[in-house]
């Protein structure tokens, strides 16, 4: 089926990586790009902090979809349930209400718990901490970084504290982390995708697990890497959603 006309598309969106396949550093701005690959909608990206997208989202909050001159869709679920409409297809190709709303709760799952680990994986764990602070704010002078992303760190860490994921310290953390993916790795498919089509489940998960799996949190990405399930699978969802033209 053709893909139907649609607006001109803006992604708003955190700065450019440094590492090769990784888009963003925000885990809810690669779900938005790899959606829109993978449903081979052309768009446009637009850089900067989210501060300075306030006027198209209220929020404040990075993605923010633009569609045509008109409409600003802000919130990374929201962007992918927008995107199948302009599409004219779901991500899993039928209407089975089913199949929707179990790769609703899955994306959920990845939005809230999976990312919470990577929250704290980057800027609260002293291991990573010194390495994803200084790729993260590489544009800015050092004093400049540390002073920032300093006042950021308080922020943030207070906040998985809050949540609880952070609460009882890294040693509980990390082991509940290794549960957890235990858990994923003995429900990972061997073939194909999360609930057999490829859905939104593929797209939440595949965010936060895939940025787990970077150089700045060695130690989480060899966790990752250690369930061999796990990491074909997400192989399997990278390829998928490269688009095209991408080896």
Known sequence: MATPTVPKLVLCELGETRIPGLESYSPFCLKANRALKYLG?????RHGIPSS??????TGQVPVLLIGDTEAVGDSTDILQRLQKLAGRTFHGTTD???????????????????????????ADERNWARFRDEAFSIMPRPLRLLISGQMRKRIVKGVVARDVWRAGPEVCWRRFQELLDSLEARTPEEGFWLGTFSAADLGLFSQLFSLRQDL??????????????????????????GPGTA
Request: hydrophobic fraction near 40%.
């Open 217 to 242: 949190t060695p130690w989480q990405r060899d966790q990752v890497n250690a369930r061999p399930r796990l990491t074909r699978y997400l192989d399997r969802v990278d390829a998928a959603t490269r």
């Open 41 to 45: 909608l052309p768009y446009e990206r």
């Open 53 to 58: 997208f306030k006027k198209y989202h209220a």
């Open 97 to 123: 209400p089913k199949l929707a709303g179990e790769a609703n709760l899955w994306e959920e799952f990845a939005d809230t718990s999976l990312s919470g680990f990577l929250v704290c994986a980057r800027w």
